[in-house]
C-alpha cells in the first residue's frame, strides 16, 4: 500500500488509470491522497462508482475515492492517448 500512496503522491494533479484488484477502472486527475484513497476528479465523461461524484475542496467540483489497499495497476495519462 505505501508503493501505491508514493506513486500517487508523485502524481499529484496528473491524469491517471487505475485499475482495481477486482478489475474496475477509474480514470481521473489526482486531486488528492491520504493514507487510505486516492482521490480522482474524473476526466473524459467518467464519473465515480455508480455514476455518482461528490464535492471537495474551494468550491463543489467532482471527485470519487479509490482506496489504496484495492490498487492493482496504475498507468499515467501519456499512455491514456484516448483522453
Known amino acids: 500500500m505505501g ?3 508514493d506513486l500517487c503522491c508523485k502524481h499529484h494533479g ?3 488509470q487505475i485499475t482495481e484488484k477486482c478489475g474496475k477502472r477509474h480514470v481521473g486527475r489526482i486531486v488528492a491522497v ?3 484513497y486516492v482521490y480522482l476528479e474524473p476526466v473524459g465523461g467518467h464519473r465515480g ?3 455518482f ?7 463543489w467540483r467532482p471527485f470519487f475515492p479509490v482506496a489504496l489497499a484495492a490498487i492493482a495497476g496504475f498507468a499515467l495519462g501519456a499512455a491514456l492517448f484516448w483522453i
Open 3 to 5: 508503493y501505491y500512496y
Open 53 to 59: 461524484c461528490y464535492g471537495w475542496g474551494w468550491g
Open 14 to 16: 496528473q491524469v491517471v
Open 49 to 51: 462508482p455508480g455514476g
Open 34 to 36: 491520504d493514507h487510505q
